[in-house]
């Protein structure tokens, strides 16, 4: 899965507790980004995905 922001996968984000994402997950660890947060790139789960 990928960041909707930054578009780098979930591993290159680090866990984190204060993270309002669903995974939780936080900063990007690319050197490069300034990517603060994961954000999922689905914000809703509707009838087709379940």
């Known amino acids: 899965m990928?960041?909707?922001r930054c578009h780098h996968t979930i591993d290159a984000?680090?866990?984190s507790d204060e993270s309002k994402?669903?995974?939780k997950f936080g900063?990007?660890?690319v050197k490069t980004c300034?990517?603060?947060q994961f954000?999922?790139?689905i914000e809703?789960?509707?009838e087709e995905l379940v």
């Open 2 to 4: 990928n960041c909707k």
């Open 13 to 15: 984000h680090m866990p």
């Open 21 to 23: 994402s669903i995974t």
């Open 27 to 29: 900063k990007c660890l």
């Open 34 to 36: 300034t990517c603060t």
């Open 39 to 41: 954000i999922e790139p």
């Open 44 to 46: 809703e789960i509707d």
